[in-house]
């Protein structure tokens, strides 16, 4: 048995090493894409760097954490975490990134989940890749995955651990919102958010990358933006789904960061209550940015800057 206790900086370094985009979630859970779907983007996609990388699902029964895998004895606690950790100890530090995570991204998303200032996350960190996709049944280029029902986030010790955080926590916060009213959010805006989250607090040196990527194009007009769906891509759509998901960071950011907080909590409440996006800009936003059109013109001319 290993008896050293592994040194948390190499769950820091390098993160932006990380070779995979996301798979499909839709707020139904993630989806299987047989043949030549999103399985060759994985591998082979060239737009690598801005992808994000994280697992999403609501399935309560496809993940595996027997007593076995996480003795009681190998469990820590924090104010808002309690980690149940695979290896003979924790990594030095993980609580400390935990909840320095949770600090920031309660700034932007405590409205979304107000449970959070006060109940527990509960995280499993399996050893590495191998062990986490031996339990779970996902694949191994995955980061990690949320049990939104549960709370739960799963994921093993690796150079992108605090990248991986940032973005499942965001979909955990954000998520929760819709789902206590048995709704999800749609895609580019559950998307847009987690990416944001995760390249502002767990991988804020790769930010200059995807704004370049948007600045230099294509994007789409934001029409097609909001219905665009990946589920079937293919190889020959790497591209595509490589710059929307720099549009969902760069479109959520211009909501998020250029008008209030308040503003943004007002268009996710109409977004969940099943308004138009029109109706809902335009309530959120009022004459500033009263509908698509608007948005669009103001965001375009923000890219860069």
Known sequence: ??????????????????????????????????????????????????????????????????????????????????????SSYAPAGVLNVLEGLHAKLLLDLHAFAPWASQDKVEVFLFKDAASYAAHTGMPKWAGAHVNLNTRQVYGYESER?????????????????????????????????????EYEYGAEYEKAGIERMVANGPVMPLNQFFAYQYRHSGPQNSKQVAHWYAQSYSVIKFLMRRFSNAQFVTFCEKIRSGAPIDDALSAAYGLQMNNTKSLEKLWREGIGK
């Open 1 to 86: 048995m290993n008896t050293l206790k592994p040194s948390y900086k190499g769950l820091l370094r390098n993160a932006f090493s990380l070779q995979i985009p996301s798979p499909v979630y839709d707020g139904r859970g993630l989806h299987e894409v047989k043949g030549e779907g999103l399985n060759w983007l994985f591998r082979n996609s060239p737009y690598k760097l801005i992808l994000p990388f994280i697992l999403i699902f609501q399935l309560t029964n496809s993940t595996t954490a027997n007593d076995k895998t996480f003795p009681e004895h190998q469990t820590v606690s924090s104010s808002h975490f309690k980690l149940h950790h695979e």
């Open 161 to 197: 651990f605090q990248r991986a955080m940032a973005h499942e926590m965001a979909h955990l916060f954000f998520d929760s919102y819709f789902l206590v009213k048995k709704k999800h959010p749609p895609l580019w805006l559950n998307e847009g958010v987690a990416t944001l989250m």
